[in-house]
């Protein structure tokens, strides 16, 4: 894959949890995915843990808008000797509004993701840092 469809793929994998499907959430995600969390908490591994934290968040918080401000994949190489089996890296900027516990917040981060494409692109490695958060009432 070129590293435009991959950054369309993290386009739609974002669509995708906005929207609350997370049925479809699902075919993004590799089954053994680890995605470590912005609270330096514990990993989550696995595509059912991860699904469930996107579960959580939109159970807990209303979106207001999640806006994309930077996005760049790069191609990392083969994983196997099939050159169309390779790794992208995937370095994307983000800044969401929602509302918690009755509260306006603002954050702003960065998200980094390993997506392999073998026959579907799939991310295997997800870690997010919040670079900034701000309570807006």
Request: hydrophobic share 35%.
């Amino acid at each position: 894959m070129t590293t435009k469809s991959i950054e369309t793929f993290i386009e739609e994998l974002n669509s995708t949890w906005q929207r609350g499907d997370f049925v479809a959430l699902g075919n993004f995600y590799h089954e053994n995915v680890v995605l470590l969390p912005p609270d330096s908490g514990e990993p989550i591994h696995g595509r059912a843990a991860v699904i469930e934290s996107y579960k959580d968040f939109s159970e807990q918080a209303t979106l207001s808008e999640f806006r994309i401000t930077d996005l760049q994949a790069y191609p990392f190489g083969a994983t196997t000797s099939d050159p169309d089996s390779t790794i992208h890296m995937v370095h994307m900027r983000f800044e969401v509004e929602y509302q918690l516990d009755g509260q306006n917040c603002w954050d702003s981060g960065l998200e980094v993701y390993a997506v392999m494409n073998d026959s579907e692109p799939q991310v295997i490695w997800r870690s997010q840092s919040v670079l900034d958060n701000r309570v807006t009432d």
